[in-house]
Protein backbone atom coordinates (compact mmCIF):
# COMPACT_ATOMS: atom_id res chain seq x y z
CA UNK A 1 0.00 0.00 0.00
CA UNK A 2 2.87 2.27 0.66
CA UNK A 3 4.33 1.68 -2.93
CA UNK A 4 1.59 4.60 -4.40
CA UNK A 5 2.97 7.47 -2.17
CA UNK A 6 6.69 6.43 -4.09
CA UNK A 7 6.94 8.23 -7.47
CA UNK A 8 8.87 5.41 -9.21
CA UNK A 9 9.63 1.88 -8.41
CA UNK A 10 12.56 -0.12 -10.10
CA UNK A 11 11.26 -2.23 -13.09
CA UNK A 12 12.04 -5.66 -11.07
CA UNK A 13 10.28 -4.81 -8.22
CA UNK A 14 7.05 -3.67 -10.17
CA UNK A 15 7.82 -6.88 -12.38
CA UNK A 16 7.53 -9.30 -8.93
CA UNK A 17 4.57 -7.78 -7.62
CA UNK A 18 3.05 -8.43 -11.48
CA UNK A 19 4.29 -12.12 -10.89
CA UNK A 20 3.03 -12.32 -7.30
CA UNK A 21 -0.64 -11.03 -8.68
CA UNK A 22 -0.22 -13.53 -11.78
CA UNK A 23 0.11 -16.74 -9.36
CA UNK A 24 -2.79 -15.72 -7.44
CA UNK A 25 -5.17 -15.53 -11.05
CA UNK A 26 -3.69 -18.69 -11.54
CA UNK A 27 -5.03 -20.33 -8.68
CA UNK A 28 -8.46 -18.72 -9.23
CA UNK A 29 -8.30 -19.55 -13.43
CA UNK A 30 -6.42 -23.11 -13.27
CA UNK A 31 -5.63 -24.18 -16.39
CA UNK A 32 -7.41 -21.28 -17.82
CA UNK A 33 -4.56 -18.82 -17.86
CA UNK A 34 -0.82 -19.15 -18.64
CA UNK A 35 1.46 -16.08 -18.12
CA UNK A 36 4.86 -15.98 -20.10
CA UNK A 37 7.48 -13.55 -19.71
CA UNK A 38 10.10 -12.31 -22.17
CA UNK A 39 12.09 -10.12 -20.11
CA UNK A 40 14.72 -8.04 -22.34
CA UNK A 41 18.18 -7.51 -20.37
CA UNK A 42 19.00 -4.60 -19.11
CA UNK A 43 15.32 -3.96 -18.35
CA UNK A 44 16.16 -4.19 -14.26
CA UNK A 45 18.17 -0.03 -15.18
CA UNK A 46 14.70 1.26 -15.44
CA UNK A 47 12.04 2.72 -13.02
CA UNK A 48 8.11 2.98 -13.60
CA UNK A 49 5.37 4.30 -11.57
CA UNK A 50 4.02 1.95 -8.71
CA UNK A 51 1.11 -0.68 -9.98
CA UNK A 52 1.11 0.63 -13.75
CA UNK A 53 1.70 -2.57 -14.94
CA UNK A 54 0.08 -4.43 -12.23
CA UNK A 55 -3.34 -1.94 -13.43
CA UNK A 56 -2.71 -3.18 -16.47
CA UNK A 57 -2.53 -6.77 -16.27
CA UNK A 58 -5.57 -6.51 -14.53
CA UNK A 59 -7.19 -5.49 -16.81
CA UNK A 60 -6.14 -7.98 -19.13
CA UNK A 61 -7.57 -10.53 -17.31
CA UNK A 62 -11.02 -8.64 -16.31
CA UNK A 63 -11.55 -7.20 -20.00
CA UNK A 64 -10.10 -10.48 -21.92
CA UNK A 65 -9.17 -13.91 -20.06
CA UNK A 66 -12.27 -13.88 -17.82
CA UNK A 67 -14.72 -13.58 -20.60
CA UNK A 68 -13.34 -16.52 -22.43
CA UNK A 69 -14.45 -19.82 -21.88
CA UNK A 70 -11.26 -21.41 -22.78
CA UNK A 71 -9.33 -18.92 -20.83
CA UNK A 72 -6.29 -17.41 -22.20
CA UNK A 73 -2.67 -16.34 -22.55
CA UNK A 74 -0.96 -13.18 -20.63
CA UNK A 75 2.63 -12.61 -22.09
CA UNK A 76 4.62 -9.63 -21.02
CA UNK A 77 7.38 -8.57 -23.31
CA UNK A 78 10.37 -5.91 -22.93
CA UNK A 79 12.54 -4.45 -25.63
CA UNK A 80 15.15 -1.74 -24.91
CA UNK A 81 14.91 0.30 -28.44
CA UNK A 82 17.16 2.29 -30.44
CA UNK A 83 16.28 5.16 -28.63
CA UNK A 84 17.06 3.75 -25.03
CA UNK A 85 13.45 3.94 -24.49
CA UNK A 86 11.82 0.56 -22.51
CA UNK A 87 9.30 -0.84 -24.44
CA UNK A 88 6.71 -2.59 -22.01
CA UNK A 89 3.90 -4.91 -23.95
CA UNK A 90 1.16 -6.71 -22.35
CA UNK A 91 -0.67 -9.17 -24.75
CA UNK A 92 -3.22 -10.74 -23.68
CA UNK A 93 -5.78 -13.43 -25.52
CA UNK A 94 -9.25 -11.73 -26.66
CA UNK A 95 -10.15 -8.46 -28.11
CA UNK A 96 -10.56 -5.09 -27.95
CA UNK A 97 -13.32 -2.92 -28.35
CA UNK A 98 -13.02 1.18 -27.69
CA UNK A 99 -17.23 1.23 -27.66
CA UNK A 100 -17.35 -1.54 -25.09
CA UNK A 101 -14.16 -0.64 -23.15
CA UNK A 102 -13.70 2.84 -23.66
CA UNK A 103 -10.01 3.95 -24.11
CA UNK A 104 -11.04 6.47 -21.26
CA UNK A 105 -12.06 3.67 -18.54
CA UNK A 106 -10.32 4.20 -15.49
CA UNK A 107 -7.34 2.09 -15.77
CA UNK A 108 -6.41 3.13 -19.00
CA UNK A 109 -6.94 6.74 -17.61
CA UNK A 110 -4.94 6.71 -15.29
CA UNK A 111 -1.78 4.85 -16.88
CA UNK A 112 -2.03 7.74 -19.11
CA UNK A 113 -2.52 10.36 -16.84
CA UNK A 114 0.63 8.84 -14.37
CA UNK A 115 3.08 8.84 -17.60
CA UNK A 116 2.59 12.29 -18.27
CA UNK A 117 2.49 13.15 -15.05
CA UNK A 118 6.18 11.44 -14.25
CA UNK A 119 7.42 11.31 -17.85
CA UNK A 120 5.92 14.35 -19.81
CA UNK A 121 6.45 13.74 -23.07
CA UNK A 122 8.47 11.31 -23.12
CA UNK A 123 6.31 8.13 -22.45
CA UNK A 124 3.43 6.48 -24.54
CA UNK A 125 0.79 4.81 -24.46
CA UNK A 126 -0.81 2.60 -26.94
CA UNK A 127 -3.84 0.15 -26.39
CA UNK A 128 -4.45 -2.27 -29.99
CA UNK A 129 -5.61 -5.29 -31.48
CA UNK A 130 -3.48 -8.03 -33.14
CA UNK A 131 -5.04 -11.21 -34.51
CA UNK A 132 -6.45 -12.27 -31.47
CA UNK A 133 -4.76 -10.53 -28.78
CA UNK A 134 -4.92 -7.33 -27.43
CA UNK A 135 -1.47 -5.66 -26.64
CA UNK A 136 -0.75 -2.52 -24.22
CA UNK A 137 2.74 -1.14 -25.15
CA UNK A 138 4.68 1.62 -22.50
CA UNK A 139 7.54 3.13 -23.96
CA UNK A 140 9.64 4.99 -20.98
CA UNK A 141 12.56 6.72 -20.69
CA UNK A 142 15.48 5.52 -18.46
CA UNK A 143 14.84 7.81 -15.15
CA UNK A 144 16.48 7.27 -12.12
CA UNK A 145 13.87 7.85 -9.41
Known sequence: LTLEKNKLISFDREMQLVKDYLDLEMIRFEERLHC??????????YSVPPMILQTLVENAIKHGISN????GMITIKTEILKNKKLQIEISNS????????????YG??????????????????SIFNEKFYVKT????????S
Open 94 to 105: GSYNPEITPQSG
Open 108 to 125: IKNTRDRLAHVFADEASF
Open 68 to 71: LSEG
Open 36 to 45: TFDIAPGSHH
Open 137 to 144: QISIPLYK
